[in-house]
């Protein structure tokens, strides 16, 4: 009984630090839905991430939706989401020599089939989407974070939280992973749930 930990980092630093603490303190490798830009911003951060062992799912360069859908914008061509993986990647691959592939995490959650075909043609055989978000970015409180995730909990899960400071999902982090843990799950990142 396994469930994968996420974090998506786009926004500001947040609570990012402490997360990676908490992750570090407990043993636990998450995964991290990474943006070009919010790497660019944070190298260091970034490269603590790879060499404490977390994996990479590019997220896109600058959080545009693929789609349009959320945004209600016109969907990117082909191109314009070739460029968005690549352009990440490469900033990625450029800090910490890591790799964001086979993870793909699309901006807002939109994607259609259109979607998972340009993606796919860049090698990311996962369009990773969450089961369980822990509703953190709608300002809960990190008491009701902790009970939503632990409630929600079931094999194969993949939780969705946010490294930013709007959200309380680093302050109920602990709590979650305790939480878990005592209902008898491990805790890891999409390689744990999903085998390449």
């Not at 992973?177 to 209902?183: H, K, Q, S, T, V």
Request: hydrophobic fraction near 40%; include cysteine.
């Amino acid at each position: 009984m396994t469930v994968a930990l996420t974090f998506d980092a786009g926004s500001d630093v947040g609570f990012t630090a402490m997360i990676l603490d908490t992750l570090a303190t407990n043993g636990v490798h998450a995964s991290f839905g990474m943006t070009g830009l919010w790497a660019e911003r944070n190298p260091d951060l970034v490269r603590r991430m790879v060499n404490e062992g977390h994996t990479m799912i590019n997220h896109s360069y600058d959080h545009a939706s693929f789609t349009g859908r959320s945004t209600k914008k016109t969907a990117l061509t082909r191109e314009e989401r070739w460029g968005q993986l690549d352009r990440t990647e490469a900033i990625i691959a450029g800090l910490t020599g890591a790799t964001t592939l086979p993870y793909f995490r699309p901006p807002f959650g939109d994607y259609d089939e259109s979607v998972n075909q340009d993606v796919a043609a860049r090698g990311y055989l996962f369009n990773v989407v969450w089961t369980v978000d822990s509703r953190g970015w709608l300002g809960w409180s990190a008491p009701a974070i902790a009970k939503r995730c632990v409630e929600r909990a079931a094999p194969g899960v993949i939780y969705v939280f946010h490294v930013g400071s709007q959200s309380q999902d680093g302050p109920a982090l602990q709590a979650i992973i305790d939480g878990l843990r005592g209902g008898g799950y491990a805790v890891g990142g999409l390689p744990d749930v999903l085998a390449p």
